[in-house]
C-alpha cells in the first residue's frame, strides 16, 4: 500500500494514491472494472538503480496471476456480489479474469480499500542468524540443549507498479437483495 516512488517522511514511505473505485455494481459493469485492474497491471516502470528517475515502460503478463487483498468486510461484500444459484440449485462464484480463490482476506487491508497484486513480484530475502542464543538451563528438556537462533527477513515489490491500491464503492441493494 505504500509508493515507493513517494517523498519518505520521517523513514515512512507515503500511501500509494487509488489507482480507482470498484463499485462490483452489476455484471456488465465488473466486466468493464475489472478489465481495467488487468490492463493496469500489464503495464509497469522498470527502473535500473536508485538513480533511474524517468524508467522504462514495460509490459508484462498477469492473467491467472492477479490477486485480491480486501478487509475482511470487504470479501463478503464482494463474494455476495459474485455468487448465484444455478439451475441445479448450486450456488457458484464468479469473477471476470479472476479467480475466487484469488481473493484473500487480510486485516493490514483498511475497509473499503482493494490491493490488486501480481504473484511472482515480490523479492523476500532472509538474512543470515543475527544472534544464537544458548539454554542449557531449561528443565523442559533434560540433558539437553536448545539453541534459539534469530532471522530477520525483508520483503519488498520487484516494482513500485508490482501492486495497485483501489477503493472500494459496492452499492447498496435498494431491496437488500433479496429480490422481493
Known amino acids: 500500500m505504500k509508493d515507493l516512488d513517494g517523498a519518505v517522511t520521517g523513514g ?16 456488465a459493469t465488473m466486466v468493464k472494472e475489472f478489465a481495467k ?21 514495460k509490459y508484462r503478463k498477469v492473467s491467472g496471476k492477479v490477486y485480491l487483498i480486501v478487509n475482511p468486510v470487504n470479501y463478503y461484500d464482494i463474494v455476495a456480489r459474485v455468487t448465484t444459484q444455478n439451475a441445479n440449485g448450486v450456488f457458484v462464484s ?10 484473500i482476506e487480510s486485516l493490514d487491508v483498511p475497509e473499503n480499500k482493494l490491493i490488486a497484486f501480481i504473484d511472482g513480484e515480490y523479492d523476500a530475502t532472509q538474512s543470515r542468524p543475527e544472534k544464537i542464543a544458548v539454554y542449557k538451563e531449561t528443565f523442559a528438556m533434560k ?10 527477513g525483508n520483503g519488498q515489490p520487484t516494482n513500485n507498479d508490482a501492486a495497485q491500491v483501489y ?7 435498494v431491496d437488500g437483495g433479496s429480490g422481493e
Open 167 to 173: 477503493d472500494i464503492a459496492i452499492p447498496a441493494d
Open 12 to 27: 515512512v514511505y507515503p500511501d500509494k494514491a487509488s489507482a480507482g473505485t470498484l463499485t462490483f455494481k452489476d455484471s
Open 37 to 57: 485492474v488487468l490492463k493496469t497491471a500489464s503495464k509497469y516502470t522498470h527502473r535500473i538503480g536508485d538513480n533511474d528517475t524517468d524508467g522504462e515502460t
Open 143 to 152: 540433558r539437553a540443549t536448545l539453541y534459539a537462533i534469530d532471522m530477520l
Open 94 to 103: 464468479n469473477l471476470p479474469f479472476i479467480s475466487q480463490d484469488h481473493i
